[in-house]
């Protein structure tokens, strides 16, 4: 099963989450109440996600995101908040969080989500997406006025970005094009490097703000 750290400063929110993870066969591996405690408990239990709130009283989870980065830490992140805030989604992205969806979402949504960073993907709600996109269209060019030209994706990177697009794995979208999975790690790094991007989400981000994608 895929196990999960939850980090939440309320108790009542993590034993509703952990029951209905239990449901979806989520093992529910460790819980931390701010990211302090969250540090310890994510290093001890070694799990596949981290389900973290941002809004926590001391050490809340942009400044959990920015310690596990710092720590070097991989296990990837899924924010998972009631804050539906603009400037909140972006500081959270690029602290390192791999996906975001607000506290509405029903449990098919949530274990999808939980599913797909376990295998490499990357998820976001899709009714802040545009939202995302403006943002970024407001703020400066992330490659400079006078950045050369970037190389053009093969027909094959864009359809492997189409996919990541949509939060599939690696491993999905080997299966969906019939490729090995090290070869889809490869267009993968690929992608990123021609698009300078950091990680997969700023990959799409930039790819739908550039009309790249549609």
Do not use: C
Request: proline content about 4%; overall charge negative; hydrophobic content about 45%.
């Amino acid at each position: 099963m895929t196990r999960v750290v939850l980090v939440d400063d309320q108790t009542l929110v993590r034993q509703g989450i952990r029951s209905l993870l239990e449901i979806a066969e989520v093992d529910v591996v460790g819980e931390a109440d701010d990211g302090r405690a969250a540090l310890d408990v994510i290093a001890s239990a070694t799990p596949d996600v981290v389900l973290l709130d941002l809004r926590m009283p001391r050490y809340d989870g942009i400044w959990t995101l920015q310690r596990l980065r710092e720590l070097g830490v991989e296990t990837p992140v899924l924010v998972l908040t009631t804050f539906n805030d603009d400037a909140l989604v972006l500081d959270a992205l690029r602290a390192g969080a791999r996906g975001y969806l607000l506290k509405d979402v029903t449990l098919e949504q949530l274990t999808r989500a939980v599913r797909t960073l376990a295998d490499g993907g990357t998820l976001i709600a899709p009714s802040i997406t545009d939202r995302l996109l403006r943002a970024i269209r407001s703020g400066p060019s992330p490659s400079g006025a006078d950045a050369p030209p970037r190389q053009e994706l093969t027909e094959r990177e864009l359809e492997v970005l189409r996919l990541v697009a949509e939060g599939y794995s690696n491993r999905e979208i080997a299966g969906a094009l019939f490729l090995a999975e090290g070869t889809v790690k490869n267009h993968v790094s690929t992608i990123l490097l021609k698009l300078d991007a950091r990680d997969r989400t700023n990959a799409v981000l930039r790819a739908l703000h550039e009309g790249i994608l549609p």
